[in-house]
T-cell receptor, first 115, second 113 residues
């Protein structure tokens, strides 16, 4: 899986948009960008993924640059419940063989939503 | 998406005993996974469990220590055998979605004394 770089922490005011960047300059053509988050003491939660087009779902939007070397996860109206560590993972969608299903989360970005 | 439940949510066990963790999914899925998350650490994949075949274990994990059952497409169990304090962790099951994303259960917090 390609290496990703994320800022260690960010603050966001409640009700404002939270924009979380991820750098993945070594991404390969068949690798997707996946975002997960982990709220303290809970299991990880899948948020969104994409290949090259921007994606939106009920939780967030994903903006991928044209060269695919970076992306931004956007939480349009952050709430206190969005306080969590957010992980950007780059990997091919179809994998096989031992070790290939392992999700390597790295250190992520700790997002604090402030009242 | 998939809704996943795990039982028990937490347990405190004595060393040398075994604990079986259950994972129930609200829809039929082919791929299920078991992870361990030790305190302050990232997730480590223990094994992949496909219905109708033997589980595939990752390096460092063996069937005698972590036997897995997968009797149908909505259920799996992970047993932590002959426990020691080093097995104290959060154990998570997950399933693979249509876009190869993974959906996780709430986890089972295990403390071995």
């Amino acid at each position: 899986d390609a290496k990703t770089t994320q800022p260690p922490s960010m603050d966001c005011a409640e009700g404002r948009a939270a924009n979380l960047p991820c750098n993945h300059s070594t991404i390969s053509g068949n690798e997707y960008v996946y975002w997960y988050r982990q709220i303290h003491s809970q299991g990880p939660q899948y948020i969104i993924h994409g290949l090259k087009n921007n994606e939106t779902n009920e939780m967030a939007s994903l903006i991928i640059t044209e060269d695919r070397k970076s992306s931004t996860l956007i939480l349009p109206h952050a709430t206190l419940r969005d306080t969590a560590v957010y992980y950007c993972i780059v990997r091919p969608p179809e994998v096989s063989g031992a070790g290939s299903y392992q999700l390597t989360f790295g250190k992520g970005t700790k997002l604090s939503v402030i009242p | 998406s998939a809704v996943i439940s795990q039982k028990p949510s937490r347990d405190i066990c004595q060393r040398g005993t075994s604990l079986t963790i259950q994972c129930q999914v609200d829809s039929q899925v082919t791929m299920m996974f078991w992870y361990r998350q030790q305190p302050g650490q990232s997730l480590t994949l223990i094994a992949t469990a496909n219905q109708g075949s033997e589980a595939t274990y990752e390096s460092g994990f063996v069937i005698d220590k972590f036997p897995i059952s997968r009797p149908n497409l909505t259920f799996s169990t992970l047993t932590v055998s002959n426990m020691s304090p080093e097995d104290s962790s959060i154990y998570l099951c997950s399933v693979q979605g249509a876009g190869y994303e993974q959906y996780f259960g709430p986890g089972t917090r295990l403390t071995v004394t």
